[in-house]
């Protein structure tokens, strides 16, 4: 059974701060991996998304790589905002079934 | 707004209740979902449609029904719920049967029984 660790639960740093999320799962067979990010109350927002044949992805101050073999994940966060304070999501795509396993989230709080 | 669209947001009813969340989606995709995320756990699968057809229960109660009537929309009905089943519900969707392409996410609807 597909399970998936995110590290830390939560996590507090000064605004300008680079930082990284991490996120493991036990099973490297995975058609992708989605990170998510979920304001209060909200519903889920796309991030990125990486293929299994990929190593990492970009987006504007956000990349995140991607180890199947290991069973990692990491988000990266340069120059992190307020703005930027919500719960990050990492989830899997096992092969062979149509669902996202998820992790249980970090909770960031970037504070002026 | 997401181009997955949740009504109600907010939703209180009691346990002797019927009623129904509704999802619609406008993005061309053929597999939707329902998801169920409660305090301090992981978000849980609870249901999958691919083209209308239900292709997944993940061992939900009967008092949690779904429907699809086309590709775009999505329904739960709800009946005799307990304050246990207070969460938020979340529907997604994807191009069906490309997993590749990831998922996209509504907005959700707050759920709160009493």
């Known amino acids: 059974k597909q399970e998936v660790t995110q590290i830390p639960a939560a996590l507090s740093v000064p605004e300008g701060e680079n930082l990284v999320l991490n996120c493991s799962f036990t099973d490297s067979a995975i058609y992708n991996l989605q990170w998510f990010r979920q304001d209060p109350g909200k519903g889920l927002t796309s991030l990125l998304l990486?293929?299994?044949?990929?190593r990492e992805q970009t987006s504007g101050r956000l990349n995140a790589s991607l180890d199947k073999s290991s069973g990692r994940s990491t988000l990266y966060i340069a120059a992190s905002q307020p703005g930027d304070s919500a719960t990050y999501l990492c989830a899997v795509i096992i092969q062979g079934a149509q669902k996202l396993v998820f992790g249980q989230g970090t909770r960031l709080t970037i504070n002026p | 707004e997401t181009g997955v669209t949740q009504t109600p947001r907010h939703l209180v009813m009691g346990m002797t209740n019927k009623k129904s969340l509704k999802c619609e989606q406008h993005?061309?995709?053929?597999?939707m979902y329902w998801y169920k995320q409660s305090a301090k756990k992981p978000l849980e699968l609870m249901f999958v449609y691919n083209f209308k057809e239900q292709t997944e229960n993940n061992s939900v109660p009967s008092r949690f029904s779904p429907e699809c009537p086309n590709s775009s929309h999505l329904f739960l009905h709800l009946h005799t719920l307990q304050p246990e089943d207070s969460a938020l519900y979340l529907c997604?969707?994807?191009?069906?049967?490309?997993?590749?392409?990831?998922?996209?996410f509504g907005s959700g609807t707050r759920l709160t029984v009493v």
């Open positions: 990486i293929q299994s044949s990929q």
């Open positions: 997604a969707s994807s191009p069906g049967g490309r997993v590749d392409y990831g998922y996209t």
């Open positions: 993005l061309g995709h053929n597999a």
